[in-house]
Protein backbone atom coordinates (compact mmCIF):
# COMPACT_ATOMS: atom_id res chain seq x y z
CA UNK A 1 0.00 0.00 0.00
CA UNK A 2 1.30 3.10 -0.81
CA UNK A 3 2.25 5.79 1.84
CA UNK A 4 -0.31 8.14 0.82
CA UNK A 5 -3.06 5.31 1.06
CA UNK A 6 -1.62 4.76 5.06
CA UNK A 7 -2.20 8.46 4.96
CA UNK A 8 -5.34 8.96 3.70
CA UNK A 9 -6.77 6.01 6.27
CA UNK A 10 -5.38 8.06 9.01
CA UNK A 11 -7.69 11.74 7.87
CA UNK A 12 -10.46 9.65 7.77
CA UNK A 13 -10.89 8.42 10.82
CA UNK A 14 -8.22 5.46 11.41
CA UNK A 15 -6.49 5.18 14.34
CA UNK A 16 -4.15 2.14 13.39
CA UNK A 17 -2.41 0.06 10.40
CA UNK A 18 -1.18 -3.18 10.37
CA UNK A 19 1.04 -4.32 7.55
CA UNK A 20 1.26 -8.07 6.38
CA UNK A 21 2.45 -10.40 7.30
CA UNK A 22 1.21 -9.36 10.46
CA UNK A 23 1.73 -11.54 13.96
CA UNK A 24 -1.84 -12.38 15.25
CA UNK A 25 -0.50 -11.75 18.69
CA UNK A 26 -0.08 -8.16 17.91
CA UNK A 27 -3.32 -7.62 16.27
CA UNK A 28 -4.85 -9.24 19.11
CA UNK A 29 -2.94 -6.57 21.42
CA UNK A 30 -3.70 -4.21 19.42
CA UNK A 31 -7.66 -4.78 19.53
CA UNK A 32 -7.76 -5.15 23.08
CA UNK A 33 -6.04 -1.52 22.99
CA UNK A 34 -8.76 -0.46 20.89
CA UNK A 35 -11.21 -1.78 23.61
CA UNK A 36 -10.06 -0.36 26.38
CA UNK A 37 -9.57 3.53 24.54
CA UNK A 38 -13.59 2.83 23.79
CA UNK A 39 -14.51 1.45 27.23
CA UNK A 40 -12.96 4.37 29.19
CA UNK A 41 -15.16 2.87 32.70
CA UNK A 42 -13.24 -0.26 32.77
CA UNK A 43 -9.85 1.75 32.96
CA UNK A 44 -10.44 2.90 36.50
CA UNK A 45 -11.80 5.95 35.87
CA UNK A 46 -14.95 7.38 34.25
CA UNK A 47 -15.26 11.73 33.39
CA UNK A 48 -18.09 13.46 33.17
CA UNK A 49 -17.76 17.25 32.95
CA UNK A 50 -16.76 18.04 36.16
CA UNK A 51 -17.34 14.79 37.75
CA UNK A 52 -14.61 11.75 38.36
CA UNK A 53 -16.20 8.29 39.13
CA UNK A 54 -13.84 5.42 40.50
CA UNK A 55 -15.77 2.26 40.23
CA UNK A 56 -13.46 -0.27 41.59
CA UNK A 57 -13.34 2.23 44.48
CA UNK A 58 -16.66 3.58 44.40
CA UNK A 59 -15.41 6.99 44.87
CA UNK A 60 -17.31 9.99 43.28
CA UNK A 61 -15.36 13.52 43.28
CA UNK A 62 -17.23 16.96 41.81
CA UNK A 63 -14.57 19.84 41.38
CA UNK A 64 -12.47 17.44 42.92
CA UNK A 65 -14.45 17.40 46.39
CA UNK A 66 -15.44 13.82 47.43
CA UNK A 67 -19.10 12.99 47.61
CA UNK A 68 -20.03 10.72 49.62
CA UNK A 69 -23.21 8.50 47.68
CA UNK A 70 -25.12 5.22 49.13
CA UNK A 71 -24.62 1.82 46.69
CA UNK A 72 -27.55 2.66 45.23
CA UNK A 73 -27.19 6.55 44.35
CA UNK A 74 -23.19 5.45 43.15
CA UNK A 75 -25.05 2.65 41.14
CA UNK A 76 -27.51 5.53 39.49
CA UNK A 77 -25.05 7.64 38.44
CA UNK A 78 -23.16 5.78 37.20
CA UNK A 79 -25.87 4.47 34.78
CA UNK A 80 -26.90 7.87 33.80
CA UNK A 81 -23.12 8.74 33.02
CA UNK A 82 -22.03 5.25 30.99
CA UNK A 83 -25.45 6.60 28.99
CA UNK A 84 -25.06 10.23 28.87
CA UNK A 85 -26.81 11.99 26.04
CA UNK A 86 -29.65 9.10 25.99
CA UNK A 87 -32.84 9.17 27.63
CA UNK A 88 -33.29 6.89 30.33
CA UNK A 89 -36.66 5.69 31.35
CA UNK A 90 -37.74 5.28 34.66
CA UNK A 91 -38.17 1.46 34.26
CA UNK A 92 -34.80 1.19 32.41
CA UNK A 93 -33.36 2.89 35.39
CA UNK A 94 -35.48 0.32 37.74
CA UNK A 95 -34.04 -2.90 35.65
CA UNK A 96 -31.10 -1.63 35.00
CA UNK A 97 -29.83 -0.03 38.74
CA UNK A 98 -32.39 -2.07 41.26
CA UNK A 99 -32.82 -5.16 39.36
CA UNK A 100 -35.73 -7.54 40.36
CA UNK A 101 -35.40 -7.14 44.12
CA UNK A 102 -37.91 -5.75 45.51
CA UNK A 103 -41.84 -4.15 45.12
CA UNK A 104 -41.37 -0.27 43.40
CA UNK A 105 -43.52 2.68 44.05
CA UNK A 106 -44.24 4.94 41.17
CA UNK A 107 -42.02 7.48 42.37
CA UNK A 108 -38.81 5.03 43.58
CA UNK A 109 -36.82 6.56 41.06
CA UNK A 110 -37.75 9.94 41.04
CA UNK A 111 -36.70 10.12 44.61
CA UNK A 112 -33.44 8.76 44.15
CA UNK A 113 -32.47 11.09 41.37
CA UNK A 114 -33.58 13.99 43.33
CA UNK A 115 -31.35 12.62 46.34
CA UNK A 116 -28.47 11.92 43.56
CA UNK A 117 -29.27 15.38 42.42
CA UNK A 118 -28.91 17.38 45.73
CA UNK A 119 -25.37 15.71 46.47
CA UNK A 120 -23.65 16.18 43.23
CA UNK A 121 -24.99 19.56 42.63
CA UNK A 122 -26.20 20.76 46.21
CA UNK A 123 -26.28 24.92 45.22
CA UNK A 124 -28.32 23.17 42.07
CA UNK A 125 -25.87 25.52 39.21
CA UNK A 126 -24.99 22.78 37.21
CA UNK A 127 -27.97 20.77 36.48
CA UNK A 128 -26.49 17.74 35.66
CA UNK A 129 -29.19 15.69 35.29
CA UNK A 130 -32.21 16.98 33.14
CA UNK A 131 -35.77 15.52 33.87
CA UNK A 132 -37.87 14.53 30.47
CA UNK A 133 -41.07 15.04 31.59
CA UNK A 134 -43.16 11.95 30.87
CA UNK A 135 -40.39 9.79 29.96
CA UNK A 136 -37.69 9.33 32.20
CA UNK A 137 -34.20 11.19 33.18
CA UNK A 138 -30.97 12.29 31.10
CA UNK A 139 -27.29 13.26 31.39
CA UNK A 140 -26.82 16.47 30.08
Known amino acids: MAENEIEEGFLRGADDYVTKPFSFKELMHRVKAVLRRSKPEESGVLRYR ?6 KSHEVF ?4 AVELTKLEFDLLLELVKNRNIVLSR ?3 LDRVWGDVGDYQDRTVNVAVNRLKEKIDP ?3 KNYIKSVRGV ?3 MC
Open 62 to 65: VEDR
Open 50 to 55: DITIKP
Open 123 to 125: DKS
Open 91 to 93: DQL
Open 136 to 138: GYQ
